[in-house]
Nanobody, 122 residues
Framework: VQLQASGGGLVQAGDSLIISCIVS????????MGWFRQAPGKEREFVAC???????YYYQTVKGRFTISRDNLKNTVYLQMNSLKPEDTAVYYC?????????????????WGKGTQVTVSS
């Protein structure tokens, strides 16, 4: 299974950005898909996840600003990020697990993409 994230970039505070992750090599629709982020000097943290049923769960600090979605026909998961803040600056990683439940722990995801950098300037 391979994951490829893209769409990161440099934006200003208050801007919006959408990042995406394409999955290949397995049955995308059977995976729970997650987005994580890691800022310099910090541990990787959960951002959001989405089940094949389109049920979602968000980290409290992004709830209401970020929206995770998936297109099972395109094997792609998206993260729409609105009202971006400098503290959202991080490398964003997509992850996948062959599960049908909400998963927030990094150790429970089996597959990871290489990450895409999101930088929010003040």
């Amino acid at each position: 299974v391979q994951l490829q994230a893209s769409g990161g970039g440099l934006v200003q505070a208050g801007d919006s950005l959408i990042i995406s992750c394409i999955v290949s090599g397995s049955t995308f629709s059977s995976f729970v898909m997650g987005w994580f982020r890691q800022a310099p000097g910090k541990e990787r943290e959960f951002v959001a996840c989405i089940l094949s049923s389109n049920s979602t769960y968000y980290y409290q600090t992004v709830k209401g600003r970020f929206t995770i979605s998936r297109d099972n026909l395109k094997n792609t998961v998206y993260l729409q990020m609105n009202s971006l803040k400098p503290e959202d600056t991080a490398v964003y990683y997509c992850a996948a697990a062959p599960e049908l439940v909400i998963i927030t722990a990094t150790m429970r995801y089996d597959y990871w993409g290489k990450g895409t950098q999101v930088t929010v300037s003040s």
